[in-house]
C-alpha cells in the first residue's frame, strides 16, 4: 500500500493503539529548554522516577537567557531561577546539558539540526510550538506540553492522536529577491492561522526542491503559524550533505546504512493525502505582515487590505488589530518609518540568514534612529560569522553582532522593544507585546529586515539589490 513521508514514519513508531485510538508513540529525541521543563522534571522527583533513556534527551537554556555579557551572573531573578533549575534538573537526571557560552549552547531549534543531533525519520519533540522547525530534515517532530514532557522524560513515549495530512505544493522557480521566509510568510497569509489545524503538513514542488536545508528549516519552523501540528520535507541529496560530518551524524559504515535507510524517506507516487494545496512561485514576492498576526500578510508593495475585503464576523478584531499597529485599511505600508530591526530567532538566525543581511547592508550605513540587534541562533553560527568576516561587514555598517539566544523573539529576556515603537523581525510571531508591552511587530525576511535597518522605513530590498 502507498503510503505518506509522514505515514513511513508515524507507523515505524507507534507502540501501542489504544481502544479510543490514541496512539503510543515512540519518541527518538526529546530537546528540553529552561521555561517548559521545571514541573516535568518536579513530577519525575514526586514519583521518585528516573529518566528512561538519558541519552535522547538534550537540554540548553535560549529563552531567558541574555544576548550581552553572557560572562557574567543573569541579572533577571527569574530568567536566573530558570536557567539554574534547567541545569540542576539536567545534573540531576544525568543528561547532555549545553549552558550558557558552552559551544554547543544556543537556539535549541539551531543547534538540533547543525550538531546532527536531529535526523531523517526521526520523531522529536520539545516543550516549544517551533518544534516544527526539525521537520525540514524529514523528521516528524511538533511541540508538546509540559505534561507531555514529563510523560516522555519517564517513557521515551508520548499519547498522540494521529493527525491528518496535508501537501503543500510550490511549483515553479522563485524571483529575485524572495527568500524561504518569503515563501513561509505568503503561505500562511493563504492559509490563514488556522488553515491548517489538525494536519500535518509535507512541502513539495519544485521550489521547495531547490531551497537550501537552512531555507527548509526556516519554511517548516513556521507550520504551526497556520496552524498545523508540524511540517516536514523529504529528505534528499541537500539533506544528506548538510548532515554529513556533523558532531552527532552516524560516522564511516553506520553513515552507510543510514543512508540507506534515509533515501527510502519520500512519500509514493500514488499515495494519497486529506488535502492537497498548490500555489505557484511566481507569484511570491517579497513579504511583510501589518497586523497582529502571522496571517496577516502582504507583498511588500500592496496596500494593506480594505476592510471591506474582510469577511463580516472578523471585522471587529481586523481593527482592534490595525487600531494596535497604528495602521489604516487600504493605505500601503511601504516607506513607514521604522524603530527596531531584529535579524534572530529559530526562524531566522542561522549563518545564511546573516549572509544575506550582510549581502545588502555591506559598503552602506545603519540608519541612525534605527536600533539593530543582530542575534545569531548558536555560538557555532557565530563562529562562522567570524570565520567569514561578515562580522567586519557588519561594524563597517554600524551594526553589533550580539551572542546567541532567542533574544528579541519573545519578551522573556532583556530585549524588549519598547511601546508603540516598530519592530522589522525575521522571527515568527507578532502578536501583541511579543516583543515586549506595546511593541508592533513587522515579520520579515532578511533581506526586507536589512533594508529597512539601512534606511530607516519599510524598503522593498529590490532596490537596493
Known amino acids: 500500500m502507498s503510503k505518506t513521508l509522514f505515514e513511513k514514519i508515524w507507523e515505524k513508531h507507534v507502540v501501542d493503539t489504544l481502544a479510543d485510538g490514541t496512539i503510543q508513540l515512540y519518541i527518538d529525541r526529546l530537546y528540553c529548554h529552561e521555561v517548559t521543563s521545571p514541573q516535568a522534571f518536579a513530577g519525575l522527583r514526586e514519583r521518585g522516577l528516573k529518566t528512561f533513556r538519558p541519552q535522547q534527551i538534550t537540554c540548553i537554556p535560549d529563552h531567558n537567557i541574555p544576548t550581552l555579557n553572557q560572562d557574567k551572573p543573569i541579572e533577571d531573578p527569574v530568567s536566573k531561577n530558570q536557567v539554574d533549575t534547567l541545569e540542576k534538573n539536567a545534573k540531576d537526571f544525568g543528561l547532555a546539558y549545553y549552558g550558557l557560552q558552552h559551544p554547543k549552547n544556543g537556539i535549541i531549534h539551531v543547534v538540533g539540526p547543525e550538531t546532527g543531533l536531529t535526523q531523517p525519520g526521526m520523531t522529536i519533540v520539545c516543550g516549544d510550538s517551533h518544534t516544527s522547525t526539525h521537520g525540514a530534515m524529514g523528521a516528524i517532530a511538533f511541540g508538546i506540553g509540559t505534561s507531555e514532557v514529563e510523560m516522555t522524560l519517564a517513557t521515551q513515549c508520548i499519547m498522540q492522536r494521529k493527525p491528518k495530512t496535508m501537501r503543500i505544493t510550490v511549483d515553479g522557480q522563485l524571483k529575485p529577491g524572495v527568500t524561504a521566509k518569503d515563501i513561509a510568510l505568503y503561505i500562511i497569509s493563504q492559509m490563514t492561522t488556522g488553515g491548517a489545524t489538525g494536519y500535518f503538513v509535507e512541502y513539495a514542488g519544485e521550489a521547495i526542491r531547490n531551497t537550501t536545508m537552512e531555507d527548509r ?73 501589518y497586523g497582529t498576526n502571522p496571517g496577516m500578510g502582504m507583498g511588500i508593495r500592496e496596500n494593506i487590505p480594505s476592510l471591506e475585503s474582510v469577511d463580516e464576523a472578523g471585522r471587529i478584531s481586523y481593527e482592534k488589530s490595525l487600531e494596535y499597529m497604528g495602521f489604516q485599511a487600504g493605505e500601503p505600508i511601504l516607506g513607514k518609518q521604522i524603530d527596531y530591526v531584529f535579524l534572530g530567532s529559530c526562524t531566522n538566525g542561522r549563518i545564511e540568514d546573516f549572509r544575506a543581511f550582510a549581502s545588502l547592508v555591506k559598503g552602506k550605513k545603519k540608519a541612525d534612529h534605527v536600533v539593530a540587534w543582530l542575534v545569531p541562533g ?35 529576556n532583556e530585549d524588549k522593544v519598547p511601546a508603540g515603537k516598530y519592530a522589522v523581525s525575521t522571527s515568527n510571531r507578532n502578536f501583541e507585546g511579543r516583543q515586549g508591552p506595546g511593541a508592533r511587530t513587522i515579520l520579515a525576511g532578511p533581506l526586507v529586515a536589512a533594508a529597512a535597518a539601512v534606511t530607516g522605513k519599510i524598503t522593498d530590498p529590490r532596490e537596493l539589490i
Not at 560569522?385 to 561594524?395: F, T, V
Open 217 to 289: 528549516l526556516t519554511i517548516c519552523n513556521l507550520s504551526i503559524e497556520m496552524g498545523a501540528r508540524g511540517g516536514m520535507i523529504a529528505p534528499d541529496q541537500v539533506t544528506f550533505d548538510y548532515l554529513k560530518d556533523r558532531e552527532f551524524a552516524p560516522r564511516e559504515e553506520e553513515w552507510d546504512q543510514a543512508l540507506a535507510s534515509w533515501r527510502k524517506l519520500y512519500t509514493d507516487a500514488d499515495a494519497v493525502f486529506d488535502k492537497e494545496i498548490v500555489f505557484h512561485a511566481e507569484d511570491i514576492e517579497p513579504m511583510i505582515t
Open 378 to 412: 548558536s555560538w557555532l553560527v557565530e563562529k562562522q560569522i567570524r570565520a567569514e568576516g561578515i562580522d567586519q561587514i557588519l561594524a563597517d555598517a554600524g551594526f553589533e553582532l550580539r551572542q546567541p539566544g532567542c533574544s528579541a523573539c519573545l519578551a522573556m
